[in-house]
């Protein structure tokens, strides 16, 4: 069973980076052909895809996030993180980690983690 769980810090200042990783078990994030996500939700909002890291290490991020977001992966600790530099209030939502498949469903999802914008 693939299971997915997001870490980091709850609570980061304005104008900081923020960062969270993403544990995967059960699986293999360099396994075919799996790609793995990074989504938030605001309050009250909905859905936003962040960015991806597919199995062969590429990348790809929302373009108006472009200039702003990193995704990487270590592939020794089977983990792969998100960092969000300058970050505003605006940035306060729950952050998920999910997994996507070949047929482009998301097939599963981390629990989720609050992160917090404030000083």
């Known amino acids: 069973q693939v299971q997915l769980q997001e870490s980091g810090p709850g609570l980061v200042k304005p104008s900081q980076t923020l960062s969270l990783t993403c544990t995967v078990s059960g699986g293999s994030i360099t396994g075919n052909y799996y790609y793995y996500n990074w989504i938030r939700q605001p309050p009250g909002k909905g859905l936003e895809w962040m960015g991806v890291?597919?199995?062969?290490?590429?990348?790809y991020s929302r373009p108006s996030l472009k200039s702003r977001t990193s995704i990487s992966r270590d592939t020794s600790k089977n983990q792969f993180t998100l960092q969000l530099s300058s970050v505003t209030p605006e940035a306060t939502a729950v952050y998920y980690c999910t997994r996507g498949n070949s047929g482009y469903e998301y097939d599963y999802w981390g629990q989720g983690t609050q992160v917090t914008v404030s000083s």
């Open positions: 890291i597919n199995y062969s290490g590429y990348t």
